[in-house]
């Protein structure tokens, strides 16, 4: 299953304004669960000290959901974002100028095994990027050198106990382009501090809660959509139904220790 195809087919309708780019971040800060979870996380950091001008990558920035969340959040930070696809570069520039904040967010091409920019940053923010690149421990080690003493690393990835809705050796990543199915707590913490963190925080998200959210909230829409685009005009009616049901579901899996999961969330300190 590609995302991409979906992706673009809503960039070309969220594009058209900055009002419907706003309305579509709201919308998958509602729908995805790992939105949820990593927002959870950055009011954590916020509360733990001043954070008043801080300097932010936002390593694969995607569309740029999670940066236009820290520019709101941290409102004197200095934010950079990542990304190897020109396209939503170039939108999160135009977006983010209409809007009044490129006089300090930006975003610009870069390959993460490649990119390094040593003692540069309070917080590094990865989100759902690490089971796309191969070589993660040169992306790790390329992380901690850009870090500032005593700076953050926040990973959002799938576990191995069912990330990329795999299950057994039989099974196919539900997402196509991911290079591992998901990461095992030991590994990834292994992986850090072999990178040089001091501390890592593992723990598990898509508990059991989760794990029925995504399949309500994405899983099923995502497969309908590929099958037909006309889809998108029963969406909204399918969501009316589902949501309410993510929403409860989503509430307790942020608030619930999980002792399995299908997502990690990761916390790397420098």
Not at 72 to 86: C, N, P, Q, S, Y
Request: hydrophobic share 40%; with cysteine.
């Amino acid at each position: 299953m590609q995302y991409d195809p979906i992706k673009r087919s809503l960039g070309e309708v969220f594009n058209r304004r900055p009002g419907y780019r706003k309305l579509f971040y709201l919308l998958l800060d509602l729908l995805l669960l790992r939105a949820w979870h990593i927002k959870r996380e950055l009011r954590r950091w916020k509360r733990s000290g001043k954070r008043t001008t801080v300097s932010v990558l936002d390593a694969g920035s995607g569309f740029g959901q999670y940066t236009y969340s820290l520019g709101r959040m941290f409102r004197k930070a200095e934010i950079l974002g990542l990304d190897v696809k020109v396209e939503q570069i170039n939108d999160c520039n135009v977006f983010f100028k209409d809007i009044g904040m490129a006089d300090r967010i930006n975003f610009q091409y870069a390959d993460l095994v490649k990119y390094k920019k040593p003692e540069s940053f309070d917080l590094i923010l990865s989100v759902d990027v690490m089971e796309h690149i191969l070589e993660d421990r040169t992306v790790f080690k390329n992380f901690h050198a850009s870090l500032k003493e005593g700076g953050m690393l926040l990973i959002s990835t799938p576990s191995d106990q069912g990330g990329s809705d795999v299950h057994s050796d039989e099974d196919e990543s539900f997402v196509e382009e991911h290079v591992r199915d998901g990461y095992g707590k030991d590994e990834i913490e292994g992986k850090l501090k072999d990178a040089g963190f001091s501390h890592v925080d593992v723990k598990y998200s898509y508990g059991g809660p989760g794990k029925i959210s995504w399949k309500l909230s994405m899983k099923y829409p995502i497969l309908m959509l590929n099958k037909s685009k006309l889809f998108f005009l029963v969406l909204p009616l399918y969501y009316i139904v589902a949501y309410p049901i993510s929403f409860v579901l989503n509430f307790f899996d942020v608030r619930l220790k999980h002792n399995s999961g299908t997502g990690l969330i990761v916390n790397a300190y420098k």
